[in-house]
C-alpha cells in the first residue's frame, strides 16, 4: 500500500519525486532547496485526503520537468521529524527554498490550486509555466490579492477582494481575503459580519478555505482571550521581581497579544518554555501554537517563532 500512494511515476521523474526519513531529510530537501523548490508532502497510509493530494502533486510536480521536486515523507515512519516541523495535521505540505520553509497548506485542496501552488514555487528558481492556456481574470484578481496581503500591503489587497466581491458577491474566497484584511487592519469587529456571510456548505467542499476560517476563528478567541489585562509594564515588574513567576510571564504575553504584539507575546511564551516546559500542563506551548494557527503556517512569524520553538524543545 506504500509503495502505491508513494508510486514511482516515470523515470525521469525519479530524479525530482522521491521519499524520504529523518536522515535524508537534510541533502534531499534542506540541501536541495537551495538551488531548486522542494515541495515537501507528509502523508499517512490511513489518510484519505492524502491519496487524493498526492497523485496531485505529483502530476503538477512533473509538469515543471525537474523545476521544482517533491519528497515525500511518511508521518508514521518520521515521528521525530514532524514534531520537529511542527505537523499536526495530515495531510502537511510544505515548501522549502534557500534552505527555509517558504509557503505551505494543510489538507486535500482542488488540483487547480494544487498547480497554482507549484506554478508559483517553479517560479523562484525562474521555472517556465507549463500549458499556456488563458488565464481568468477572476483568479487572476485573487491571486494578486493574496499576493499584496502576503508582501504585508493589506490595504490594496483589501480593497481589491471588496472589487471581486462587486462582480461575484459570493466568492468565499474573496470574503474569506477580505475577513483576513480586516483582521491585520485592526478591525477584528467586522470579521464576523464578512464570515456570515460565507456559505457554509460551499465552504465544506475546500479545505484550504476552511482552514484559513479556523484560523480567523482562533485569532479572534486570542482577541477576546486577551481583553482585560494591564499594561506589559505591569507584569514586566513582577518578572525583574521574581524571575521564576511564570503567571506573569504568560499574562505578559496576553497583554502584548492585547496589543497585536504578537513576537513579544511569543518571547515571553518561550521565556517560560525555556525555564519549565510543562508548567501548568504545557500552556505555554499550546498557547504559542495557537498563535501559530492564527497567524497561519507560511506568515513570517509562525515560520520564525516556528523554528525558535523547535530549537529549544529539541536542543
Avoid at 301 to 309: A, E, G, H, M, V
Amino acid at each position: 500500500m506504500n509503495e502505491m500512494i508513494a508510486g514511482s511515476g516515470d523515470q525521469g521523474a525519479d530524479a525530482f519525486i522521491k521519499s524520504a526519513d529523518i536522515k535524508s531529510f537534510g541533502p534531499d530537501v534542506v540541501v536541495a532547496s537551495r538551488s531548486v523548490p522542494v515541495i515537501v508532502d507528509f502523508w499517512a497510509d490511513w489518510c484519505g485526503p492524502c491519496k487524493q493530494l498526492m497523485p496531485a502533486l505529483e502530476d503538477a510536480v512533473k509538469a515543471h520537468k525537474g523545476a521544482v521536486h517533491l519528497v515525500k515523507v511518511n508521518a508514521d515512519q518520521n515521528q521525530t521529524l514532524c514534531a520537529q516541523l511542527q505537523v499536526q495535521s495530515l495531510p502537511t505540505v510544505l515548501a522549502f527554498w534557500q534552505g527555509q520553509p517558504v509557503d505551505g497548506f494543510q489538507g486535500a485542496i482542488p488540483p487547480s490550486q494544487v498547480k497554482m501552488f507549484v506554478d508559483r514555487l517553479a517560479q523562484l528558481s525562474g521555472g517556465a509555466m507549463p500549458g499556456g492556456e488563458d488565464d481568468d481574470p477572476l483568479a487572476d484578481a485573487l491571486a494578486h490579492a493574496g499576493e499584496l496581503m502576503e508582501a504585508g500591503q493589506v490595504g490594496p489587497a483589501a480593497q481589491l477582494y471588496q472589487q471581486i466581491l462587486q462582480h461575484d458577491e459570493n466568492n468565499i474566497e474573496a470574503l474569506v481575503g477580505l475577513a483576513e484584511a480586516a483582521l491585520k487592519l485592526g478591525q477584528a469587529d467586522q470579521v464576523p459580519q464578512v464570515l456570515e456571510a460565507i456559505d457554509a456548505e460551499a465552504l465544506k467542499k475546500d479545505t484550504r478555505l476552511t482552514e484559513r476560517v479556523n484560523r480567523l476563528k482562533t485569532a479572534l478567541e486570542l482577541a477576546e482571550q486577551a481583553r482585560g489585562f494591564d499594561a506589559p509594564e505591569v507584569y514586566e515588574a513582577e518578572i525583574a521581581a521574581d524571575s521564576k513567576n511564570h503567571q506573569a510571564r504568560y499574562n505578559l504575553a496576553l497583554a502584548h497579544q492585547a496589543r497585536g504584539d504578537m513576537a513579544a507575546a511569543a518571547e515571553a511564551l518561550l521565556g517560560i518554555i525555556m525555564r519549565d516546559r510543562e508548567w501548568q500542563e504545557d500552556a505555554a506551548r499550546k498557547q504559542l501554537v495557537k498563535l501559530f494557527e492564527a497567524a497561519g503556517p507560511t506568515d513570517p512569524f509562525t515560520l520564525k517563532y516556528r523554528r525558535r520553538l523547535s530549537s529549544v524543545l529539541f536542543s
